[in-house]
């Protein structure tokens, strides 16, 4: 079974539990010459691993031995030239948590990310997911969300995206370190 797991979400998620002293003490070994980026440092590779413990743990929670991550290439996301009256998430802060940038590349460059050019990594997953469900469901002869679909179906959408909830098939909830499998049906 492998998770359609929606990367953009990590790099928030760990970033809002850095300790601002961490950020302080990166910074100054920089400053100081010791390396040549925040990327580098000891301080930046310890949320590295916690983002990869926590990767580790969405993907055993979900029961798949296997993942395909999503990122949104935000430059590139259509709905930038779509939105007119606002900006395309426009109301959102501009900041973003501590070590974000570098937990970001972290994923691209360690991982095999598919990174979703023109588009958001939710609708990539979506496409995917509708597409393995139907190719299944096609294949066996049976209805897409149903009972059968339910007992085989070899993919588990993990995203905090609430759109994602449109999509038949298991999906993993995950907050305040409770993880839980639903099943969504079509409807």
Avoid at 20 to 43: L, Q
Avoid at 152 to 160: H, L, P, Q, R, T
Wanted: with cysteine.
């Amino acid at each position: 079974r492998v998770c359609l797991l929606d990367g953009d979400i990590l790099p928030y998620t760990i970033g809002f539990i850095v300790k601002p002293e961490a950020v302080i003490s990166a910074m100054m070994r920089v400053d100081a010459g010791e390396f040549k980026e925040v990327y580098e440092t000891p301080e930046f590779l310890l949320y590295a691993d916690i983002m990869n413990c926590l990767l580790n743990r969405l993907i055993g929670s979900a029961d798949c031995d296997s993942a395909r991550i999503y990122m949104t290439d935000s430059a590139a996301n259509f709905r930038l030239n779509l939105a007119f009256t606002h900006p395309y998430k426009g109301t959102r802060l501009a900041s973003k948590p501590a070590f974000f940038a570098e937990l970001r590349r972290y994923l691209l460059e360690t991982q095999d990310t598919i990174l979703a050019v023109g588009e958001e990594a939710d609708d990539r997953i979506s496409i995917e997911a509708w597409r393995m469900a139907r190719e299944f469901c096609e294949e066996e002869g049976i209805e897409v969300g149903s009972d059968e679909h339910k007992a085989f179906a070899d993919y588990v959408v993990i995203s905090k995206d609430k759109d994602l909830m449109q999509v038949p098939g298991w999906h993993l909830h995950y907050k305040n370190n409770a993880m839980e499998l639903e099943w969504v049906t079509k409807f």
